[in-house]
């Protein structure tokens, strides 16, 4: 079998952009990935582009030799955009492996070791009572993990940090009060922190009241985390935004983190999330995938939860409370679908996703800023 053609589909879906690749064999057979560098897709198209190049013609089985070929090609190598590239190739190499043995591409990572993938949920109101009947309605729904809503710039570009950690840790000690201690709850602070701010969020609590905090600061740093570390007992959920083995390796090799966030469509596709899912599970870290993208994303991110041992919850965005539109029905029909909190694992062969090419043919590419946020003094912020 031999790559014929790949070709990648930034679309608008929803409320941002996906950016679909489409590997083609001589075979007929074809496989679909997802690229997750949300709002500078066109440098990935321009980086798939390149790897086009010298791919076409050669065997889409060889994964893991492909993989080290589109790393190890470039001087220099690496990066968040090669990378995102790499990842959505790999996993289309992963989808066309699995169809042409006519095996679910979790039996080509070492089997299933769970039946369905448990997930966690997001609330979308911001910290309020609302944003606390939301989390029971999620718990009614099935959720055992939920995620609460940090206080936000809520449409405005002024973020300033110290206004807003009082407020939500005042909402997650209430949170806690109200839907009792079995509950997971967590909070994503966006990176959006420095280490003395997280600090504070984090001692405005009582001891116990959140299960994990999510990217409180920016990761360029192990040791302002390992800082971090030491000033609160909260569990560390981070990673979504590493590229590859090597941005988790100080963090894994350090006990910095406790649940890995990592993204397969950003970190280098299945072939290196299983490397990371092995080398945290030596250091007892639960994976927790990143999942903000599209159903390839989720479903390739179900054959990896289904195949590793050390599982906590796959993120999903579609829930009782919180409907996004990534998933558009029309756009793609086949598709993991949430049951009880749960994505159950498919036996279709390859990913299990069906894409209306027709339709992401005539779909267009919206250019797209997330908010550019400043502090109140007017310098830049994180959004
Ligand atoms: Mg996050």
């Known amino acids: 079998m031999k ?6 589909y930034p679309v608008w879906v929803g409320v941002r952009n996906q950016l679909i690749v489409k590997v083609e064999t001589d075979e007929g057979i074809f496989g679909w990935g997802e690229s997750g560098l949300s709002g500078r897709e066109k440098a990935v198209v321009g980086a798939i582009e390149h790897y086009r190049e010298f791919l076409i013609g050669r065997d889409p089985f060889l994964v893991g030799a492909i993989w080290q070929e589109m790393y190890r090609s470039q001087y220099f190598e690496g990066g968040r955009v090669l990378q995102a590239a790499i990842s959505a190739i790999d996993i289309a190499l992963h989808d066309i492996k699995g169809k042409a043995l006519g095996v679910p591409v979790y039996q080509l990572l070492g089997g299933k070791q769970r039946e369905r993938i448990p997930t966690f949920a997001t609330t979308s109101a ?22 609460l809503s940090p ?3 809520e449409g405005s570009t002024v973020y300033e940090p110290r206004e807003h950690i009082a407020t939500t840790a005042k909402w997650c000690v209430k949170a806690r009060e109200v839907l009792g201690d079995n509950v997971v709850l967590g909070i994503d602070f966006h990176h959006r922190l420095s280490v003395a701010e997280a600090a504070s969020f984090c001692q405005k609590m009582p001891s116990g009241t959140l299960d ?3 990217e409180p600061i920016r990761d360029e740093s192990p040791a302002a985390y390992e800082t971090l570390r030491k000033l609160t007992d909260i569990p560390f959920a981070i990673g979504e935004e590493f590229s590859s083995k090597w941005q988790f ?20 596709g299945l072939t290196e999330a299983m490397k990371v899912a092995g080398w945290s599970e030596a250091h007892y ?4 995938p990143h999942n903000p993208l599209g159903p390839i994303c989720t479903a390739a991110t179900v054959h990896f939860a289904a195949a590793v041992p050390n599982f906590a919850w796959l993120e999903t965005r579609s829930s009782t409370v919180e409907q996004l539109g990534f998933d558009n029905d029309e756009i793609f029909p086949v598709q993991p679908r949430i049951e009880r909190a749960h994505y ?13 090419e ?3 043919e005539r779909e267009s590419f919206k250019f797209w800023e997330p908010p550019h946020l400043k502090r109140n003094d007017g310098s830049v912020t994180n959004w």
Request: charged share 25%.
């Open 126 to 147: 911001p910290p309020s009572e609302e944003m606390i009947e939301q989390a029971k309605d999620l718990i009614e729904a099935g959720w055992t993990a939920v995620r």
């Open 249 to 268: 390796l100080p963090y894994i090799e350090r006990d910095i983190h406790q649940f890995n966030r990592i993204d397969i469509c950003n970190v280098g």
């Open 151 to 153: 206080s936000d710039h």
């Open 285 to 288: 870290v639960d994976m927790m």
């Open 212 to 214: 994990f905090l999510e």
């Open 3 to 8: 790559i014929t053609a790949i070709r990648p």
């Open 358 to 360: 027709e339709l992401i």
């Open 344 to 356: 159950p694992v498919t036996d279709a062969p390859g990913l299990g996703v069906v894409v209306n």
